[in-house]
């Protein structure tokens, strides 16, 4: 690798250094570039014990920007886990709207810290984020161990070394926290994918908490069938709605579907007063939790927006209408 | 109130959730108050779908906007007449005019840096090594503190082999200075963006490690209930992110360097007002500040 890239460059420089440092495998992660790029690497990290990923240990690809460490790597997880989503970038946040940035001097091992400390929080607000239910991450967690990385040739099995009971993680653990605070993930994506899921997941989690507790656990078990077996759920819109929402093929998690339902339940009762039958949304909503959400909302309240200004319309000029218009 | 009206209302609030949430929110809140709510809503759902998009929309303009501010400015600029400045401002002016004439009794060139966000710590870093191009004894003693300086920050917690490219690219720089160089070497340094960087990222954090060192101080000029290390992290390191009095104080304190600034702004008065850091000190570097922005003033 030495003689292919030139070593004048800062981030061949300062990568070369970072594989070096990173060599070993420690108990808690693990980095190391392609053997054909410097600029993409492998990673394994392990969930943070005392949390829903404890025993888990996840995969991913780093993939570093030319002008590092000026500029901020690029995360992707490639292991299903329930907190962040899979194959979809998540980079550091350089939004106006967050203060935090990232700092030159922070490196590919802050990185991986910062991506166990951040397992444990809470995914809303963040965009990428997944809010899965404890039970479906311990799930996760226990078949991660299976996973295998066809392009590194990487088992998760012997990824790390095995976590010794007498060593003190909380130390780790405990940096690993100070950094998720400060650091800001984001997915690096032109649509707001999450965010109609996610808005739709903060109200009515309440409740449905009580038949969340109950049913989760053979939620938890019928799911794994249930993201193989259901790969078209383009199925969602029916009725009169013009726009079927296009499928990015991203299966919702038991308690995301439900709560969607919800919310599309109360926006039905919310249109009620408008006495429109052509908005009878009778199905279950798209299940692509993202760009249709927001495609389908929009539609709706357009929709039962033009309805109010008709029927205002009406009231105030007592218009006869030809319904054959 | 309608029933229907307040559950729009809700959704859109649901939906937007996320970094538009205070602008949304403000949109709701009008809502409630007033009888017309439908186009109202309809700005709050615009901004809402779009969050992300319109976030990469600022960010991609950003860009635009750096990279036609770097094309039209090099990183540190060559020596000129002072009286480029009276160009940059209509005649009629009479604020800057005046101030620019009041400057005029002091100094007689100025060198522009790249107005980036990093321009304190470049013009900061050029005006200095040129100063000690022809002070070889200055020079000496100012290459010993920076050269112990990656220690201070080693020791204070921060990574060595992260830190150590900067560092040594910083102490190149000075050694390129101890073997006398043309006054364009040192500048064409200057104008290597991957040196340049490399040398604000060291002096930024060098400001950073001083104010956490001196944090009891420093702690009580920090707004907004922040902690020194969570300033330093928001602030100081990050590059692109503008310098105040606090950052001038603790650089000049961390390098052992005296530093003058020029204040020329709207204010009345007719005449400049300058602020030496550390106060006492017997300045080498004279700085020009307009808001914003800093540039290197010479007699």
């Known amino acids: ?325 | 109130m309608n029933p229907a009206i307040s559950n729009l209302g809700e959704i859109v609030a649901f939906h937007a959730y996320g970094n538009c949430a205070g602008l949304v929110k403000l949109h709701v809140l009008e809502q409630t108050n007033k009888p017309e709510i439908f186009t109202l809503t309809i700005k709050a759902i615009v901004p809402g779908v779009n969050c992300l998009a319109y976030d990469e929309a600022i960010i991609a303009q950003q860009d635009r906007i750096q990279q036609e501010i770097a094309n039209s400015n090099p990183l540190v600029s060559d020596r000129q007449d002072l009286s480029v400045l009276q160009r940059e401002y209509a005649e009629d002016d009479t604020v800057y005019q005046l101030k620019i004439k009041d400057l005029y009794k002091k100094y007689s060139y100025i060198r522009k840096t790249r107005p980036d966000g990093n321009c304190f710590y470049r013009a900061f870093g050029f005006a200095h090594l040129e100063s000690l191009l022809d002070d070889s004894k200055e020079l000496q003693k100012f290459k010993a503190v920076a050269a112990k300086s990656k220690l201070d920050l080693v020791n204070e917690g921060f990574t060595e082999f992260t830190i150590e490219d900067f560092h040594n690219t910083f102490m190149d720089l000075i050694e390129l200075c101890e073997k006398q160089p043309s006054l364009q070497e040192l500048l064409s340094s200057f104008n290597d963006q991957n040196v340049s960087d490399y040398v604000v990222v060291y002096l930024r954090l060098l400001t950073s490690g001083y104010l956490q060192r001196e944090h009891s101080f420093f702690q009580h000029f920090i707004e907004g209930g922040r902690s020194v290390k969570e300033f330093c992290q928001q602030e100081v390191e990050p590059m692109s992110k503008e310098s105040d009095h606090i950052h001038i104080i603790a650089l000049a304190q961390a390098l052992n360097v005296s530093i003058l600034v020029e204040y020329m702004d709207r204010g009345e008065g007719g005449t400049v007002n300058h602020h030496v850091f550390p106060e006492g000190g017997d300045p080498r570097i004279f700085l020009l500040y307009r808001p914003g922005h800093y540039d290197i003033l010479y007699k």
């Not at chain 1, 690497?41 to 002008?67: A, K, M, N, Q, T």
């Open chain 1, 1 to 325: 690798m030495e003689n292919k890239y030139n070593l004048k460059s800062p981030a061949v420089k300062r990568l070369m250094k970072e594989a070096a440092e990173l060599r070993d495998p420690t108990e808690h992660y693990h980095a190391q570039p392609l053997e054909d790029n410097l600029f993409e690497w492998h990673f394994s990290v392990r969930g943070p014990p005392d949390s829903d990923f404890d025993g888990g240990v996840y995969h991913g690809r780093i993939v570093l920007p030319p002008e590092y460490p000026m500029k901020p790597p690029s995360i992707i997880l490639l292991t299903p886990n329930g907190r962040f989503e899979v194959g979809k970038k998540i980079c550091l946040s350089i939004s106006g709207h967050h203060p935090e940035t990232w700092q030159p001097s922070w490196s590919i091992r802050t990185a991986l810290i910062a991506i166990i400390g951040f397992m444990p929080t809470k995914g809303e607000g963040a965009i990428g984020s997944l809010d899965y239910t404890p039970e479906e991450r311990k799930a996760l967690a226990k078949k991660s161990q299976d996973f295998c990385c066809e392009t590194c040739g990487c088992s998760m099995r012997s990824a790390l070394l095995t976590l010794n009971p007498n060593s003190h993680p909380s130390a780790e653990d405990h940096k690993a926290k100070k950094l998720a605070q400060q650091i800001n993930f984001k997915a690096e994506s032109s649509l707001s994918r999450q965010e109609s899921s996610r808005g739709a997941e903060s109200k009515p989690s309440t409740i449905t908490e009580g038949d969340t507790s109950t049913s989760a656990s053979q939620e938890a078990a019928a799911w794994p069938q249930a993201e193989v077996a259901d790969p078209t759920p383009a199925t969602g819109v029916e009725g009169s709605l013009p726009h079927t929402a296009p499928s990015t093929g991203h299966p919702l998690s038991p308690r995301q579907r439900r709560t969607q339902q919800h919310n599309h339940q109360a926006r039905r009762d919310s249109r009620e007063p408008t006495n429109r039958p052509a908005f009878a949304l009778t199905a279950r909503p798209p299940q692509d939790q993202s760009y249709a959400g927001s495609v389908v909302l929009i539609v709706v309240l357009t929709l039962a927006l033009a309805a109010l200004i008709f029927r205002r319309i009406y009231l105030a000029n007592e218009y006869k209408f030809d319904y054959e218009l």
